[in-house]
Nanobody, 123 residues
Framework: QVQLVESGGGLVQAGGSLRLSCTASGRTWTKNSMGWFRQAPGKEREFVAAIRWIDGRTVYADSVKGRFAISRNSAKNTVNLQMNNLKPEDTAVYYC????????????????WGQGTQVTVSS
């Protein structure tokens, strides 16, 4: 089992920034990637960004490229998501997750999930 705890969500005005963090514990040696997903009310959960643990290679959804940056701290088993120039359409619950795959953007490749943290962007 892997336990994931997210933090850093909140309310911000459009154009502002937030930084999300996710700390993993438990059987963390099983993870090859960590990713961020989000789910807005009435919508399906969607991929945001992922990072390969071994080399830090990243992949992003087109909707966040150039605005969001994912990073990892191997010593702390933490992955961060720096979100800049936030837009109202970024409003969602953000979830971190781990995968045994390398850098997947597919939700079904992720097997452990955090509880989520709310991000609200006002216009």
């Amino acid at each position: 089992q892997v336990q994931l705890v997210e933090s850093g969500g909140g309310l911000v005005q459009a154009g502002g920034s937030l930084r999300l963090s996710c700390t993993a514990s438990g059987r963390t040696w099983t993870k090859n990637s960590m990713g961020w997903f989000r789910q807005a009310p009435g919508k399906e959960r969607e991929f945001v960004a992922a990072i390969r643990w071994i080399d830090g290679r990243t992949v992003y959804a087109d909707s966040v490229k150039g605005r969001f940056a994912i990073s990892r701290n191997s010593a702390k088993n933490t992955v961060n998501l720096q979100m800049n120039n936030l837009k109202p359409e970024d409003t969602a619950v953000y979830y971190c997750a781990t995968s045994a795959m390398y850098g997947s953007s597919s939700l079904r490749d992720y097997d452990y999930w955090g509880q989520g943290t709310q991000v609200t962007v006002s216009s």
